[in-house]
């Protein structure tokens, strides 16, 4: 009988170790579509491109308007949106940073899907949804680290 539940004991600690170890490297955008008057805009179509790969996340906002883009590898991006009987939108260039959840709006102008509307200025993205914290780490400041046998995600 002491051998089981020393076994059980060892089969959770492990369990709950893996589970502490357990962290996102990844961010989202988020926000919402809406129109010249502030009404939302609902089924539009957001493409959002990593600028430094040239990859393509899609979604597609709900009946509010509201989308959400999750799994974004840290990186520089920018929002297309697309809507029937509205320009296409782009946003400016912005940035995501590990576990960092990015809102941009997008306010549609009405007219040809053929004309874009370009954003060039935008405010600082700050996240005002979630509390998590994340910090890039780079290469130099991990190697002025102690750390035995060189396990960087030992660091996290």
Known sequence: MKIRSSGLTLALTALLAASAWAQSFTASARGTVSDESGATVGAAKIVITDQDRGTSFRSEADGQGRFVVT??????????????????????????????????????????????????????????????????????????????????????
């Open 71 to 156: 799994a974004l590898p840290p990186g520089n991006y920018i929002l297309f949106v697309e809507a029937s009987g509205f320009k296409k939108f782009s946003s400016g260039k912005f940035s995501v940073a590990v576990q960092e959840q990015a809102t941009v709006n997008a306010r549609l102008q009405v007219g040809d899907v053929n004309t874009t509307v370009e954003v060039q200025g935008s405010a600082a993205l700050v996240n005002t949804t979630i509390s998590n914290l994340g910090q890039v780490i780079d290469n130099k400041y991990i190697l002025s680290l102690p750390n035995l046998a060189r396990n960087s995600m030992s660091l996290a």
